[in-house]
């Protein structure tokens, strides 16, 4: 069981570089792709709000973003896989690895493409 934890950029201000956690989520799977679709599909309001799905997801939403009231994972959101400390950009397919310039994790400016590494194509079936 791995964890990953969900990063949205924050929309509540008018810069959107800007990101918050919201949420880490305990990830079965072999592979880190699998990971973050898991996390990505979990993350996903559908019938309801994803944030409200089981107490698990409750209690680690309401101590990282004090909200239950989430929107879905998007493009331009951040999975971080805990184990590794890597950050994962959400992209329109897949999803791009990103390192981390310092240890101020709130505004994007502080991550950047590692290389151009191959874009972890997913379908999100």
Do not use: C, P
Request: charged share 30%; no cysteine.
């Amino acid at each position: 069981m791995s964890k990953i934890k969900v990063h949205h950029k924050d929309l509540n201000y008018f810069d959107i570089t800007r990101y918050q956690a919201v949420a880490e989520l305990d990830i079965e799977g072999s592979d880190i792709e699998s990971k973050l679709t898991q996390a990505w599909i979990r993350t996903q309001n559908l019938e309801n709000s994803w944030a409200t799905q089981s107490i698990e997801i409750m209690e680690s939403v309401k101590k990282l973003a004090g909200n239950l009231r989430q929107r879905s994972t998007s493009v331009g959101d951040m999975l971080e896989d805990l184990e590794t400390g890597l950050f994962y950009r959400i992209e329109f397919i897949g999803f791009s690895v990103l390192k981390v310039r310092d240890d101020n994790l709130s505004r994007a400016e502080d991550y950047e493409l590692v290389g151009y590494q191959e874009t972890l194509k997913t379908s999100f079936n």
